[in-house]
């Protein structure tokens, strides 16, 4: 069975969509205009959940499948967040083995390319921004508390 689109629901600081669970990404389709065929296993998040400051997809390639070239962005360095599977990634010409809980940051000059060498599905995220656009000291440093407490918690902190 084909996997919903998720319906956003969005409020005044804040957008939510459950795109379920990541077996099921392997039945995204998404099309682009430059292939005649849609591409299987890949969903964009940027235009559904309105983000202002990052691209996120939510991917998954099927035992055996590979990203069948290499390629590489004018301003925006990707973030890919492996969260199952084993496969290799290329970038340039280094080529390194990514499973769970492997994170690769590619500069967008990089000329990269990946594929599943195991016998599950290779479910990941890629995050892109523009390359050198933080701003700030650290995540942390930009956080600020404000006063309350949240709904679940019997205390006031």
């Known amino acids: 069975?084909?996997?919903p689109d998720?319906?956003?629901r969005h409020g005044p600081q804040h957008s939510v969509a459950d795109h379920g669970p990541l077996a099921a990404w392997l039945e995204f389709r998404y099309r682009h205009p430059a292939f005649v065929h849609p591409i299987s296993g890949?969903?964009?998040?940027?235009?559904?959940?309105?983000?202002?400051?990052?691209?996120?997809s939510l991917n998954s390639l099927p035992p055996g499948a590979?990203?069948?070239f290499l390629h590489r962005h004018r301003n925006n360095e990707e973030i890919y967040v492996f969260l199952g599977g084993r496969g290799e990634f290329q970038v340039d010409d280094a080529v390194f083995p990514v499973s769970e809980g492997s994170v690769v940051r590619v500069a967008p000059a990089g000329g990269r390319s990946w594929r599943n060498t195991g016998e599950t599905p290779l479910p990941y995220l890629v995050i892109q921004v523009v390359a050198g656009s933080y701003a700030g000291p650290g995540a942390v440093d930009d956080g600020e508390r404000l006063p309350g407490s949240p709904a679940w918690s019997a205390a006031p902190a």
């Open 1 to 3: 069975m084909p996997a």
């Open 42 to 56: 890949k969903r964009f998040l940027r235009q559904p959940m309105h983000l202002t400051g990052a691209e996120i």
């Open 6 to 8: 998720p319906i956003v």
């Open 66 to 68: 590979a990203v069948p």
